[in-house]
Each structure stands twice: as C-alpha cells, then as structure tokens.
C-alpha cells in the first residue's frame, strides 16, 4: 500500500474515503489511534492508503474531486 494523503483534517479523511468507496479503491487509514497519545487534539496527521495498482486512478480521483493539494507524492 502507498500514502495517498497524509492530513489532520477529519473531514478530507472522511471526504477521500467517500470517494475511494464509491470508485471501488479499497483503502485504509493508518494511524487512527494516535488521538490516544496525543490527547485527541488532532496534532498528529493521519495517512489515508491505497494498494500501489490503485494509486493511478485514486490520484485522477481526487484531482477531479478538486483536492489535489492533498495527494501526497504527485
């Protein structure tokens, strides 16, 4: 799996899941728990992961989503 996008804002999370889900692009958000250590203050990003073979059309996804500022490794 590669990072795809790499943020603190929830609601990108939840908006490039959406989209992932909806084009079928199996995809899973690493470090989730780390609101445990940090004290759920949303200092510390998390990484939104998709398979390697997927990469290509999840970022053609995301940059017709408009949100392309948040593809990590363009």
Known sequence: MIELV?????????????????A????????????V???????LPKRVMVD???AEAARRILKDAGIENEIRGK
Not at 24 to 35: E, P, Y
Not at 37 to 43: A, F, K, Q, R, T
């Open 6 to 22: 790499r943020t603190n804002d929830a609601v990108i999370i939840s908006f490039v899941e959406s989209l992932m889900r909806d």
């Open 24 to 35: 079928g692009i199996a995809c899973f958000v690493a470090d989730q728990n780390m609101s």
């Open 37 to 43: 250590l940090e004290g759920s203050i949303g200092l």
């Open 52 to 54: 390697a073979e997927k």
